[in-house]
């Protein structure tokens, strides 16, 4: 005889999670079914919509989580006011994402390969290119891991943590080799990614088993009631157990947050995903890592003695300091503009370690400010990036001096720090935005970064750890350095090339008779002049060289950039409201 008896299900608390996952699994309906004609916009229509929706369901939850938080299932999934203030950040984040993986550009393609998994360089690569393919199962991917980063920080039991650390990771891993161009660096980065987050899963799943060890339960708040009473449990008398098994389970979250030492897949993941993927993962995972680090955190910290509540924030006070000094001193010597924000949100994810160490409600308040600020400011960069593009000349185009027209073959993002001079004289509006959000990331006032930034360090100091705060506006000051740095080579500093274009010099010899005479080799232009030399009447080299343009943007990704923009000034110089949201959320601690 079956005696299981279902238990009861609050659907509407879990309605964030699932309006986006039940999106996901239609999407891969909507793959085999839809024809391939209207396959794209029916994908992001769908995606936008689940994604508004989840944000309306959030907003429909939020007065009710304020009187008691909302358990389903014994807690497997744990609805907060701070779990419910992280899905909305990362609702939001994913949502402006969205936007910019959308943008095809006035070039009319997307930033994603026809055929991901076809081999780098080779005639069936070229074929599906030819072809005009799409690649729109990304849409449900982006689905499928935001319904994990939704999840990840709404459930108090591990295992379900777990579930939701591998959902939300494993379509990342594939989105990060479906790069357009640069091919083989962007599937470099998705192995390495791959790889180095199965040892971070590794990591998180034997703190589980530690953590079970000791307690017999893999729920927080279970975990919480043995440490009050170890006699409950066999083992309740070795808190070392409960303390490594911790260490662990923290290890592997920050990992995903991109804090030192486990912070080496950032910049090369970074600069090898899509751009739009980057600037996705950057903003709504640091957020949903934050998100469940904070309720492990302090939820654990309630049952912690004394000497072991201070050797936990000893391992945050060491990450802290280690993150802040790696993200700020390697950001400063970066030439290429992802791998110096890889950097920066290195040094970010320090930051925010600094607003938690204090373990309290004033703390997580900062986090949550800080989450949203970092978020747009990082989304909003990242557009730009996707906007900035290099361009090949051939003929006479290539031997000018000045001005070059808007044509040419469009390639890749022109990610060199170096083609990026001059670039406030091309697109004036463009250069004032990423301005900002650099301004924003540096912490300047009047910006959203700058309440941000001072949030976190009045908790640590509010916390007592005024150290941890001191050396965080030092880093905060040697950061500055090399935001402003990018924004003089891009306002103050003329392009190269005396133009409104910075070149990248290439030059290649052709053939014009096969049937006599020699070029001048391929790889190099002639030396002196640069231009084309003939020998003879047989054989002539055509020069091209690569500069930089600003391609249009369709739609979605400026739409993205300007609310972006707006909200970084507006949480910068009206920040009460959010604020105060915050300090709602913050109320009960997870």
């Not at 994604?51 to 939850?61: D, E």
């Not at 500093?493 to 030059?507: L, S």
Request: charged letters at 10%; proline letters at 5%.
């Amino acid at each position: 005889m079956n005696d299981f008896v279902a238990p009861p299900i609050d659907w509407a608390a879990v309605s964030p999670v699932l309006i986006v996952l039940a999106a996901g699994v239609l999407g891969v309906l909507l793959e085999a079914f839809v024809p391939a004609r209207g396959r794209r916009a029916t994908q992001l229509a769908l995606t936008l919509v689940a994604l508004a929706g989840s944000l309306v369901a959030v907003g429909l939850l939020w007065d009710r989580v304020q009187e008691h938080a909302v358990s389903v299932v014994g807690g497997s999934y744990l609805l907060t006011p701070f779990g419910l203030a992280v899905q909305a950040v990362v609702g939001v984040c994913a949502l402006l994402g969205v936007l910019v993986v959308a943008e095809r550009t006035t070039t009319g393609q997307d930033a994603f390969a026809p055929a991901a998994a076809a081999v780098p360089g080779t005639a069936y690569e070229d074929e599906t290119r030819r072809a005009g393919l799409q690649q729109t199962e990304i849409y449900p991917l982006i689905l499928f891991a935001t319904g994990g980063m939704l999840l990840f920080p709404a459930t108090d039991d591990l295992i379900v943590m777990f579930v939701a650390l591998e959902v939300l990771s494993l379509p990342l891993y594939v989105l990060c080799a479906t790069a357009r161009r640069r091919r083989l660096l962007s599937q470099e980065a998705a192995f390495k990614y791959f790889v180095l987050g199965a040892f971070a899963s590794a990591l998180f799943v034997f703190g589980i088993a530690l953590v079970y060890g000791f307690a017999g339960t893999v729920r927080l708040q279970g975990v919480v009631a043995v440490l009050a009473d170890p006699s409950v449990s066999p083992l309740g008398s070795m808190p070392a157990l409960v303390l490594v098994g911790l260490l662990l389970v923290l290890s592997g979250l920050l990992f995903k947050i991109g804090a030192a030492p486990f912070h080496a897949w950032t910049p090369d993941v970074y600069q090898g995903a899509p751009t739009p993927i980057t600037g996705f993962m950057a903003a709504c995972t640091k957020a949903a890592a934050i998100g469940a680090l904070v309720r492990v955190l302090f939820t654990l910290a309630n049952g912690l003695d004394p000497a072991t509540r201070h050797d936990v924030e000893v391992a945050l006070w060491a990450v802290a300091i280690l993150t802040m000094l790696v993200g700020t001193v390697a950001g400063a010597v970066q030439t290429d503009v992802k791998r110096m924000l890889a950097y920066s949100s290195i040094a970010h994810a320090g930051f925010l370690v600094v607003g938690l160490v204090g373990m309290d409600e004033v703390g997580s308040q900062a986090v949550l400010f800080y989450l949203l600020a970092y978020g747009l400011a990082t989304i909003g960069a990242f557009a730009v990036v996707t906007l900035v593009r290099e361009r090949t000349l051939t003929g006479d185009e290539a031997l000018g001096d000045g001005p070059v027209p808007d044509d040419g073959v469009v390639l890749g993002e022109a990610t060199r720090l170096a083609q990026w001079a001059g670039l406030g004289r091309k697109a004036p509006w463009l250069t004032a935005a990423f301005s900002l959000f650099l301004l924003s990331m540096a912490g300047i006032p009047l910006t959203a970064g700058f309440v941000a930034k001072f949030g976190v360090f009045s908790a640590a100091v509010e916390a007592g750890a005024w150290p941890l705060a001191l050396l965080g506006v030092l880093a905060s000051a040697v950061a500055v350095f090399f935001y402003v740095r990018v924004i003089v080579l891009m306002v103050l500093t003329p392009p190269t090339d005396g133009g409104d274009a910075t070149p990248a010099e290439a030059a290649t010899s052709v053939p014009a008779d096969a049937a006599g005479g020699t070029g001048t080799g391929s790889g190099g232009a002639p030396s002196g002049s640069g231009a084309a030399t003939l020998t003879g009447a047989a054989t002539r080299t055509l020069v091209s060289r690569t500069v930089v343009t600003v391609v249009g943007s369709r739609g979605p990704a400026a739409f993205a950039i300007a609310v972006c923009a707006v909200g970084v000034l507006l949480l910068g110089v009206l920040p009460a409201g959010a604020l105060d949201l915050a300090g709602q959320a913050a109320q009960f601690r997870p």
